[in-house]
């Protein structure tokens, strides 16, 4: 069974940064996507960031790009969502998903994966 567990939110000033953590185990396949998603109260879920195993491609939303990088320690399968310059909008619950066997086209795609975590908050305010 897969499981992934995230960790690292909390509450930053305006401009701070914080760095998200997916401890991701249980995993059946070596091609799998992990992917960033967030939830702003009374909004969608919306697609934040991805990464892929192997080969450890990213993807980030074009409206993040520059303030948000993904990164991974393929030994631990663990992901990493590295948040800069961080905005009062991007006040969210942040939540990890794992895609197995991804092309490009479905990255992006929420119900193309199959395993959450049980989300993080993160909380931007002075």
């Known amino acids: 069974q897969v499981r992934l567990v995230e960790s690292g939110g909390g509450l930053v000033q305006p401009g701070g940064s914080l760095r998200l953590s997916c401890a991701a185990s249980?995993?059946?396949?070596?091609?799998?996507?992990m992917g960033w998603f967030r939830q702003a109260p009374g909004k969608e879920r919306e697609f934040v960031g991805a990464i892929r195993w192997p080969n450890g491609a990213t993807y980030v939303a074009d409206s993040l790009r520059g303030r948000f990088t993904m990164s991974r320690d393929s030994a631990k399968n663990t992901g990493f969502l590295q948040m800069n310059s961080l905005k009062s909008e991007d006040t969210a619950i942040y939540y990890c998903a794992r895609q197995p066997n991804p092309i490009t086209s479905t990255i992006r795609d929420r119900d193309r994966y199959t395993a959450w975590g049980q989300g993080t908050q993160v909380t931007v305010s002075s």
């Open positions: 249980g995993l059946p396949s070596n091609s799998y996507a």
